[in-house]
């Protein structure tokens, strides 16, 4: 099953920023939907549990140079 979960993104400064989080994040296995927002410092992912968890996204929002933490 799937399941959706909120990040809080730090670090963006503008629209592009935006595209190559959402782009990295619709990359990874398991994600099938990434949706990430500027003004409000979130994203939000649909992603399988069984593929893919948290952390491994966390992970790659920051080594993709921002700073996420799970919102829950
Ligand atoms: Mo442009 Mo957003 O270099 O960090 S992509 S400000």
């Known amino acids: 099953a799937k399941i959706v979960g909120q990040f809080r993104i730090g ?3 503008c629209a592009a920023c935006v595209t190559s989080i959402e ?3 619709r990359r990874l296995p398991g994600v099938s ?3 990430v927002a500027l003004t409000t410092e979130m994203g939000e992912l649909e992603f399988d ?4 968890d948290q952390q491994a996204i966390i992970s790659t929002i920051d080594d993709a140079g921002f700073d996420a933490e799970l919102v829950d």
Do not use: D, F, K
Request: net charge positive.
């Open 11 to 13: 670090g963006m400064t």
């Open 23 to 25: 782009t990295v994040l």
């Open 33 to 35: 939907r990434a949706s």
């Open 49 to 52: 549990p069984r593929l893919i």
